[in-house]
């Protein structure tokens, strides 16, 4: 039984590059979520796909942020013209298709540091 | 709007005594709650989740959740703590009418527990 992964699991890179994470969903999951976790706080949702659909974002996804999920498979999380304030651990999740309320399995995070 | 609150920055006690880590929430509406625990540098472990019926929920790893409608509240206790469940707990909300499922964490409660 695979969980959710995600890579790269730590990435540090210079003010103003790009960076995309991506994110590998438990199979036939066909929700997933994306959740930025700051140090000393919990995780803060960034965005919500069913299958392929984008159907949620949150007022943190600022314009830099973009996120896909183009098969409603794996999803990538890209971060334009990166600033010290996107330092983060970024989170994914996803759940199964459900009539009740499916619990969200997490991956692992990736630690992104912008120096 | 809704909240999920944890008052206790960080939570000590000795190995072999019960644990308790405090959660309360304010949502208009249903509640479903969960509480999820990180160990340093990985992702989220769900634990247990309230969504109906029993007030009291058991979970993974000997822990359980009592869910208080009155004083909105939904902690989560283990009767006899061990070393190796030091690390740190969220609690989570999410509205039962919220269809995409999006969860609202606290700022974390973190465990030590001493042998």
């Known amino acids: 039984d695979t969980g959710v992964s995600q890579d790269p699991r730590h990435k540090i890179t210079k003010r103003g590059q790009n960076v995309t994470f991506r994110c590998d969903p438990i199979s036939e999951h066909n929700r997933l979520y994306w959740y930025r976790q700051t140090l000393g706080q919990g995780p803060e949702f960034l965005t919500y796909?069913?299958?392929?659909?984008?159907?949620?974002k949150s007022r943190l996804l600022s314009d830099r942020f973009s996120a896909e999920r183009p098969k409603g498979s794996f999803s990538t999380l890209e971060i334009q013209r990166t600033e010290q304030g996107d330092s983060a651990m970024y989170l994914c999740?996803?759940?199964?298709?459900?009539?009740?309320?499916?619990?969200?399995?997490f991956g692992p995070g990736t630690r992104l540091l912008v120096l | 709007a809704q909240s999920v609150a944890q008052p206790e920055d960080q939570v000590n006690v000795a190995e072999g005594n019960p644990l308790t880590v405090k959660c309360t929430y304010s949502v208009s509406g249903n509640p479903y709650l969960f509480w999820y625990v990180q160990y340093p540098n990985r992702g989220l472990q769900f634990l247990l989740k309230?969504?109906?019926?029993?007030?009291l929920v058991k979970g993974s790893y000997g822990f359980e959740a009592e869910f208080n409608k009155s004083q909105t509240s939904f902690h989560l206790k283990k009767p006899s703590a061990l070393v190796s469940d030091s690390a740190l707990y969220f609690c989570a909300v999410r509205l039962a009418t919220d269809s995409w499922g999006k969860l609202q964490f606290g700022a974390g409660t973190q465990v030590v527990v001493t042998p």
């Open positions: 309230y969504i109906t019926g029993d007030n």
């Open positions: 999740a996803s759940s199964p298709p459900q009539g009740r309320p499916g619990t969200q399995y």
């Open positions: 796909f069913q299958n392929e659909a984008q159907l949620e």
